[in-house]
């Protein structure tokens, strides 16, 4: 039986996956990237917000916190190699939760499917890629 085919009482007692839920499952989805990946990675650990803050959608230049589901923030290890100073802030991987679960919602797929591609996003950025190049690796740039 399908989720809109539950009967309404079994529908009301369904909840959203909490910030701890998606957590899991984005530390889950990590573990399971190409060992290269994770190590390039290191240590970055994932932090579950319910909206992004005011600072994140400045920095991004995002004016709908809807549109952002995810954000790296640190130094990429593109540019980490080249200056001799350590980074300012601590590496940082955030994800969105109430954003991820409205795509989750528009897209009709699996949960994971959604953060998978938010933390690819997050991790092509760490990797030094710019907005052009972590749409490629989500397969969602435009096609010339």
């Given amino acids: 039986m399908a989720r809109s085919e ?3 009482d079994q529908l009301a007692a369904l909840r959203a ?3 701890e839920d998606l957590a899991r499952l984005g530390e889950r989805i990590l573990a399971g990237f190409p060992a290269e990946i ?5 240590m970055v650990p994932i932090r579950v917000e ?8 400045l ?7 809807l549109d952002l589901t ?7 290890i593109s540019e980490r190699h080249a200056q001799a100073v350590p980074p300012a802030e601590p590496e940082m991987i955030f994800l969105y939760r109430l954003p991820i679960l409205v795509e989750w919602a528009e897209r009709g797929c699996a949960l994971e499917e959604v953060v998978f591609d938010v933390l690819a996003h997050e991790i092509a950025h760490h990797l030094g890629m710019d907005e052009e190049g972590a749409l490629r690796v989500e397969g969602r740039a435009e096609r010339d």
Avoid at 70 to 76: D, I, Q, T
Wanted: proline share 15%; with cysteine.
């Fill in 6 to 8: 539950l009967p309404l």
């Fill in 17 to 19: 996956p909490s910030a």
């Fill in 38 to 42: 994770r190590e390039l990675l290191g």
């Fill in 50 to 57: 319910e909206w992004p803050d005011e600072a994140a959608l």
């Fill in 59 to 65: 920095a991004t230049e995002c004016e709908d916190p």
């Fill in 70 to 76: 995810g954000l790296y923030r640190a130094v990429p």
